[in-house]
Nanobody, 118 residues
Framework: QVQLVESGGGLVQAGGSLRLSCAAS????????VGWYRQTPGKQRELVAR???????NYADSVKGRFTISRDNGQNTVYLQMNSLKSEDTAVYYC????????????WGQGTQVTVSS
């Protein structure tokens, strides 16, 4: 069982920056992957950024060059640095983790609201 708690969301003007944090209840070293998704009303949850245990990363095309995912294994925390924010980045952002092993399980945080004003 992995519990994920996000923080760092809020209201920011377009062009500004925010850093989201996701604190895990246990060690994140053994996780197969961690990442961030986002969702707006009426739309499906979409991938923002993902990092595998190898350190490789994937980003949505819409955030490449603006967002950076990172992890601090000592603090069991995953971060999403968001720069040059746009109004279309407004969404609820969810932290996500995928456990390793033969059977993999998804875990989600409760979400944090990010609102970008134009």
């Amino acid at each position: 069982q992995v519990q994920l708690v996000e923080s760092g969301g809020g209201l920011v003007q377009a062009g500004g920056s925010l850093r989201l944090s996701c604190a895990a209840s246990g060690s994140i070293v053994s996780l197969y992957a961690v990442g961030w998704y986002r969702q707006t009303p009426g739309k499906q949850r979409e991938l923002v950024a993902r990092m595998h245990s190898s350190g490789s990363t994937n980003y949505a095309d819409s955030v490449k060059g603006r967002f950076t995912i990172s992890r601090d294994n000592g603090q069991n925390t995953v971060y999403l640095q968001m720069n040059s924010l746009k109004s279309e980045d407004t969404a609820v952002y969810y932290c996500w983790a995928l456990t390793g092993g033969y059977i993999k399980y998804d875990y989600w945080g409760q979400g944090t609201q990010v609102t970008v004003s134009s």
